[in-house]
Every structure is written in C-alpha cells, then in structure tokens.
C-alpha cells in the first residue's frame, strides 16, 4: 500500500488562469484547507501508522456521541469527513493531534498529485452511452433496434451469459481516482488549490488529494525547451496550422 500524505478537500468548481507568458490555463479550485489531525493510529495499538484528518466542520447537532467523544478528546470542532492516510511511524510522529494542516504545509507549487472522488451519477444507462457501442443502421427494415446491445451469448454453448459481458447499467457515482494531474498554483489566503486537468466528482463534493504515486514532476508538453525548427516548408505549414509555429 503506497504510504503518501495526502489532504481532504472540496471541489469548487472551474476558473481560468493567465500564465506569465500569456497562456491561458483551466483550471479547478478546490478547497483543501485547514485540515486538522483528529487522530492518530500506531503499530502497537491498532497494528499498523496512519494520520486521521479531518476537513469541513459541521454543527454540533449532526454529531453522534461516539464522534463527539473522539473530537472532545481531540480538542477539534466536529469535521464533516473524517479519512485516514497511512504513513510511516516517523512521518506520523510529526504531527500533533488537534494541528491544523494548510497546503502549503504538504504540498508544493507544480508539483504532481493524484486526485480521489466521487464521479457524478448519471443514473441507468444503454450500452452505446455506456460502452460506447456501435449500434443497428437505421436502414430499410431496421426496427425499434438502433441502439440495442445484441446478442449476449448462444443457447448450447456456453447455455450462460459470460461474466463482465458489456451490457447496460448504473453509471457513474464510483469513487475514481485521476493520476499525475499538475497542482498549479496554491492559494494560502484562501487555503485553495489550483489544479490543472480533469478532477472527478461535481461541484461541492469531497475529494481527497494525494502526492502522485507514479511520478516524482510534471511536464507540460509543449513547453520548456523550444524545438527545432524544420527547414521542410510543409511542416512548418503544419506547424501553424495547428498553431504551434
């Protein structure tokens, strides 16, 4: 199990940005501060180390007293999500219960992270939508069967439908999890963060923000060092074409 601190936020919605040489960059603003340490899990007690956070307080009406009793004790206003990031018993160790945690204390600006939420719902859905299929013509002598699945198995042989047969269903509403997207910029007034590409879930949902497992930096392509120019005119019309020249 990759061991990575991570922080829990709430997804604000989409802006834009302008880059210092002019580019205009989307991005997602997202919430993801102050965080507090609720808790704590160690090797001895409960057999493995992980860090308890919470985010969002919440009124103290909606709070059960078993939760109540571990934010008492904890010395922190009762948090709407509560998860865990496992960490090594030294990365633990360096933080106190009750701290508040800001981005900028886990995170750094252009740094990879991989994104973890709720994908949005879009109730029961066909095959074509689902799974992107083909479908019938809508030719001569095609009826009420354009966007059928069609066949989904024989009679004697196998006498079942085979497991994992792409078929219509519930859509969406899974936790997913997005990789290697660029934390652009941080907001340490506002305790947001700016996050270059595509971030699951719809607007003022939770979402948990972790470092990326797989990459240690990020690269725009495109950008950093300037290519060589080709001195074959054709694809330097190309090149312009497409508004790289």
Known sequence: ??????????????????????????????Q????????????????????????DEKPLRLVSRPEAGLFKASNVKPQRVV???????????????????????????????????????????GVIKMHHMKGMKNTHGTHEYFRHGGSIGCRLTPQRVHKGKRMSGHMGAEQVTVQNLQLYKILPDEGCILV??????????????????????????????EEVRSKNPLKASKKAAAGRG
Request: net charge positive.
């Open 1 to 30: 199990m990759a061991q990575r601190i991570g922080l829990v936020g709430k997804k604000i919605g989409m802006t834009q940005v302008f880059a210092d040489d002019g580019e205009r960059i989307p991005v997602t603003v997202i």
């Open 32 to 55: 993801a501060g102050p965080c507090y340490v609720v808790g704590k899990r160690t090797e001895d007690r409960d057999g493995y180390s992980a860090l308890v956070i919470g985010f």
């Open 83 to 125: 998860r865990e990031f496992r960490l090594p018993a030294a990365e633990v160790d360096k933080y106190q219960v009750g701290q508040a945690i800001a981005p900028s204390d886990v995170f750094a600006d252009g740094a990879p992270i991989d994104v973890t939420g709720e994908s949005k719902g879009k109730g029961f859905q």
């Open 196 to 225: 270059r590409g595509a971030v699951p879930g719809a607007k003022n949902e939770y979402v948990v923000v972790h470092a990326a497992a797989t990459r240690t930096a990020y690269k725009v392509k495109g950008q950093g060092k």
